[in-house]
């Protein structure tokens, strides 16, 4: 599966931001989603992430209410919708998959990554 991110850019604080992740090669597969911020200096956190069916997702306590995970199989694309930003949210935000359908939070179950969309929320 390869994944590209997109739809990060400049946003005020309070504004809103949706980024989209398209899928491609082997999609016939049921895999989850996930979504991950590198922040400058820091390590990569867990954002949400979405099952293949969109019935579970998890998200990070620091997004919850802020932040909807969801996806359109049909269109192999899967979208984090960010309202609320603060400035805490700047980070480079990749998208990645993952073949076991788990919405987990441990980047190292997911065997597919995007090459990452920066996010610059100003204050």
């Known amino acids: 599966v390869q994944l590209q991110a997109s739809g990060g850019g400049l946003v005020q604080a309070g504004g809103s931001l949706r980024l989209s992740c398209a899928a491609s090669?082997?999609?016939?597969?049921?895999?989850?989603m996930g979504w991950f911020r590198q922040a400058p200096g820091k390590e990569r956190e867990f954002v949400a992430a979405i099952s293949w069916g969109g019935f579970s997702t998890n998200y990070a306590d620091s997004v919850k209410g802020r932040f909807t995970i969801s996806r359109d199989n049909v269109k192999n694309t899967g979208y984090l919708q960010m309202s609320s930003l603060k400035s805490e949210d700047t980070a480079v935000y990749y998208c990645a998959a993952d073949q076991n359908n788990q919405v987990t939070s441990t980047a190292r179950r997911y065997a597919y990554w995007g090459q990452g969309t920066q996010v610059t929320v100003s204050s």
């Open positions: 090669g082997r999609t016939n597969n049921n895999y989850s």
